[in-house]
C-alpha cells in the first residue's frame, strides 16, 4: 500500500526477523479445517480497509474460512515475505506486495502461482490500468499479481507562497507552472529569487518520479545496468542545479526535520501521490487548512508513487481457492468499498469511474474535488518502466543518499560518482 | 527431566550404600548396582541440572553461529534459487570493501568517544553516589532511568534535538552566537551525536554495578589507610580502583561487546532511517552495514562474512581491553 519508509519501521523490521524465526514452525497449517471448511489466510500490511470484505465474502462462500494476518508497517510485511520464501513455508495464501518491493519479488517470479493459469477465467487484463497490470507480468507473460490499489501523482502547493512570490496561484493558472520539468525548475527559480525559500521538500523527492517517467529505468529488459547510459546523468544534473539555485529544502521525507518543515511552511511545491493529501493533512495541521491546495497536473505527464498487489506464492495449499478471494477482492465492486473504508485509490477502470470516488472531496484542500483529480492523472501515466531486480535498492541506498550529500555540500560530480559506484556494486 | 527426578528421588529415599571395602562380602548383586547409580547420578547430576542453559546456548547461540560461518561461504541469497558455494570468496570481497572499512572506523570512532568518557563517568558518579548524599535511593534509582526507557524512543527524542534545522541543540548554540552544526553531514559531529545517545543510555547502568562493587570493599582497609595518613584521592587510586578490578573488567568487557555492536542509534538517526548510515555512510556501523547487506541487499553470505570477522575484532578488542584493567587497576597493588 503505502510507500512508507519511516522511522520505526526498520526497527519493527528487525524484530520481525526475529519473530520470524520464532515462529516459522508454528504457521503450516493443513488447509483445511476439521469441519471440510477451506481455510485461507491473506497477509496485508497497513490498511488495506479488507475487514468488512472478508466478512461479506465468507457469508457467500460458507465452505470458506478467511484469516487474515495484519502487519502494522510495509517493510517488516516483506522482510517477512522474503524471509519465508527463502525458507520455503510459512507464508499465507494470499500474499500482499507493495510496488516498491515489486522488483524484488519479480525477481523470485518462479516462486509465485500464474494468475492467468490459476485465476478465476472471467479476471480479464482490462480490469486494471494497462500499467498497474505490465508492472507485475513477468518477461515469459506470467501475471503474478492483482492490482489493488495505487497512487497517482499531481502536484500539491501552498497557495499563499506561491501568491507571495507573484506566481499563479489558482488550479488552472498552476497548471502552466507544472506542466514540463522544465517549467516547473523555471518557476522553482523566480520563486527562490522572489522569496529566498525553498521551492521543494528534497532532491530525491524529484529525482524519483522524474526517473519514473523516463523509458528505461536502471535496468534495460535483459538486466544489464544502463545507469551511465540512460537518461539518469541529465535528470541527475537538472535536480542538482536545481538544488545549487537553492531550490531544495533539504529535508528528507519520512525524516521529524520533514515533518517539522510542513508546519513551518519551509517549501512551497510537494510531488503528491494520492495518499500524501492525508499525509500533509497530518504534518501541516489545521493552522494550515486551506493553504494548501492539489491540481491536476504533474510536470512530464503523469506517474505513479506506491500501490499494491494481491499475489499467490507457490508455498500454499489451495492456491485455486487463494486466487478466486484475491480475484474477488480486487475486483471494482470491492475495492470501492476498500476505498470507502480506507482511502486505498482503486487501479481497476471500472472502479475510477465510479461516481462514489469521482464525487469525493476534501476539505482541506479547500474543497478540491480529489477522487476526480486523482482518477484523471491515474490515466496520464504513460507505461510501466522496466525494474530489474536491484531497482529498489539502488534507488534507496545509492541515488537518494547521493542526491542528500549534494544538498549537504558534496560536489555533484563527487556525487555521480557515487552513484556510479555504488549502483554497480548493488547491480553485481 | 523425568529421568533426572527419578535419580534424584533414588538417591534421597534410599540410604547410602555402604562403601564398597567394607563390604566385601556382599557379591556384586544389588548393592553393587545402587552403588553404581549412585556413583553415576553424584557424577552427572550437576550437568544434568545446568543443561538447560546448555541446550538453549546450543540451539540459539552456537547453532547460528556455526550456521552463520556456513553461510558466509556460499553466495546466499534470500530466497535465490540455488546458493552456489564460492569459498571465502566473501571474505576477500569484504577486505576489499572500502565501505566496509569506512565503517570499521566508523564504529572505533564512535566506540571511543562513547566507552572511554563513559566508563570515567560512571566511576567518577559511583564515587559520589557512594557519599553520604540526602535521598540516596532517589539518585542511585535517578541514573538508571535512562537505561529503563524504552531505546527507540530516545533515539527519537535525540534525533528531533540533533535536528539539523528545527533542532534544539542547534537552536541553543545559535542562542549563543554559536554557528550551527550540521549534525547529519558532518562525519565527527554525526559520531558525537550517536555517542551522546549512548552515553546517556549506559552511563548510569554503569555506574550502578561500580557502585555496588564499591560498597562491597571493607571499610576497615580505608579506615587503616586514613590512620596512615592516606589522602581521598590517595585512598581511590591504592584502595578503590584496585579493589573494584574484577568489576571494571567486566564493565570493559561488556562495554566493549556492546560499544562495537552499536545499531539502533545510527539506524534511527538518519533521517529516512536507512540502514545507510548518513548520505555518504559516515556514520554507517558494522552492525549497520551488516543489517543492509543482510536484509536490504538480500546477500546473507556477505553479511554473515561481516559478522563472523565482526566477531573476531570482538574477540581481540575485549581480550586487549581485558590485559589493559587488569594491568591499570593493579597499579595501586604491589
Known sequence: MRYRRAGLAKVLACTAVLATVATACGSGGSGTSPDGKVELTIATFNEFGYEELLKEYEAANPNVKVTQRKTGQGAPHHQNLFTKLGAGSGLADVEAVEEGFLSQVMAKSGQFEDLKEIGPKDVREDRWLQWKVDAVTTKDNKLIGYGTDIGPLAMCYRKDMLAAANLPSDAEGVKALFATWDSYFEAGDKYVKATGKPWFDSAAQIFNPMHNQAETGYFDRDDKLVIETNDDKKIFDQVTAAVAGGQSAKLAAWSPEWETGFKESAFATKTCPSWMLGVIEGNAGPDHKGKWAVTAAFPGGGGNWGGSYLTVPKQGKNKAEAAKLAAWLTAPEQQIKAFKAKGTFPSQTQALISPELLNQTSEYFGGEKVGLLFAEQANKVAAAQYKGPQDGEIQDNVVSPALTSVEQGTSPEDAWKQVIEGAKKAAK | ?334
Open chain 2, 1 to 334: 527431566m523425568t529421568t533426572e527426578l527419578t535419580v534424584t528421588r533414588g538417591r534421597g529415599a534410599e540410604p547410602r550404600p555402604p562403601r564398597r571395602d567394607d563390604n566385601d562380602d556382599i557379591g556384586p548383586g544389588k548393592l553393587s548396582w545402587r552403588y553404581r547409580l549412585t556413583r553415576l547420578d553424584v557424577k552427572f547430576s550437576p550437568y544434568v541440572y545446568i543443561a538447560p542453559f546448555f541446550i538453549l546456548f546450543a540451539v540459539v547461540g552456537l547453532f547460528p553461529l556455526l550456521y552463520t560461518a556456513y553461510i558466509s561461504l556460499f553466495e546466499w541469497e534470500l530466497g535465490a534459487d540455488e546458493q552456489p558455494f564460492v569459498g571465502i570468496e566473501n571474505y576477500t570481497a569484504l577486505l576489499a570493501d572500502s565501505q566496509f572499512w569506512n565503517a570499521m572506523v566508523n564504529t572505533f570512532s564512535i566506540f571511543a568517544i562513547s566507552t572511554i568518557p563513559q566508563l570515567i563517568i560512571a566511576v567518577l558518579l559511583a564515587v559520589l553516589l557512594n557519599t553520604a548524599l540526602r535521598g540516596r535511593t532517589g539518585w542511585r534509582m535517578g541514573v538508571l532511568l535512562p537505561y529503563v526507557a524504552s531505546l527507540v524512543a530516545l533515539t527519537i527524542i535525540f534525533g528531533d534535538l540533533f535536528g539539523v534545522q528545527y533542532g534544539t541543540v542547534n537552536n541553543i548554540l545559535e542562542l549563543f552566537g554559536v554557528d550551527r552544526i550540521d549534525w547529519q553531514a558532518d562525519r565527527w559531529w554525526s559520531h558525537v551525536a550517536i555517542a551522546t545517545m549512548v552515553n546517556w543510555r549506559w552511563t548510569g547502568y554503569n555506574a550502578l554495578i561500580v557502585l555496588a562493587a564499591m560498597q562491597a570493599i571493607p571499610r576497615d582497609v580505608y579506615e587503616a589507610a586514613w590512620v596512615d595518613g592516606a589522602s581521598k584521592v590517595r585512598q581511590f587510586t591504592s584502595i578503590t580502583l584496585p579493589m573494584l578490578r574484577p568489576t571494571l573488567i567486566f564493565v570493559v568487557v561488556t562495554s566493549t561487546i556492546g560499544g562495537l555492536q552499536i545499531f539502533t542509534e545510527p539506524l534511527l538517526f538518519s533521517p529516512s532511517a536507512g540502514a545507510n548510515g548518513g548520505a555518504t555512510h559516515q556514520y554507517q556501523t558494522v552492525v549497520l552495514y551488516m543489517y543492509q547487506a543482510g536484509f536490504q541487499s538480500q546477500d546473507l553470505g556477505y553479511a554473515s562474512a561481516m559478522a563472523w570477522i565482526l566477531f573476531m575484532v570482538i574477540i581481540v578488542i575485549a581480550g586487549i581491553n581485558f590485559l589493559l584493567t587488569r594491568r591499570l587497576a593493579s597499579s595501586g597493588e604491589a
